[in-house]
């Protein structure tokens, strides 16, 4: 199951940071960079957490040369984002069809703080794999639909997910408690 949060401003920020000073300085050390960052930018295991995200994310890459570790912008990182929100999109959705098929048996025999959770877990995914597909289409053409059946099959997968909890007996209290969540991810208007 995915789950990622929003980042916060802070958190962009330091990687910004780290990020600028491994791609100004690509022939700096470890230690001879951190004491770039440390303590003017941030901490030290501040530094060590925004590094080791800059890493799993693949936008920078450490070689070791003898003991002392250098860091290096990624070369075609964008060909390598591409290809990450591709897989990572496909498998989620893939993973996700196989949950909701799962759904469809077990969602009655759970408590309702459960089916409220599995439920809002599912329909977050969902928009999100959705959202991928959006990117993958804007990215390769933008002119095009590319992922029309994925994109149809996850509409019908939402409609499949509200159709589980609306036949349960518990529907009246597990709609009105993911409505909320529900809203995050659509326009919002305000009077005035």
Known sequence: MMSQS???PETLERERVVFEFIKNNPNQHHNALMK???PQF?????????RDSLLEKEVIFVRADGNMKFYTATENYDQ???RRIER???????????????????????????KILIVDTLLQNLIRTDNGFTILDSIK???????RDEHLT?????HQVLSIIRKDKDFEIVLPSISS????????????
Do not use: G
Request: no cysteine.
């Open 6 to 8: 929003k980042p916060n």
């Open 36 to 38: 770039k960052i440390v």
């Open 42 to 50: 941030m901490a030290k295991t501040t530094f060590e957490k925004t």
């Open 80 to 82: 390598k984002l591409q």
């Open 88 to 114: 990572n999109t496909t498998i989620a959705y893939h993973d996700l069809k196989l949950e909701i098929k799962r759904l469809d048996i077990d969602y009655s025999h759970k408590t309702i703080d459960e």
């Open 141 to 147: 053409n933008p002119k095009k639909t590319l992922y």
């Open 154 to 158: 996850i509409q019908q997968l939402i």
């Open 181 to 192: 969540n529900m809203e995050i991810y659509v326009p919002i208007f305000h009077n005035t």
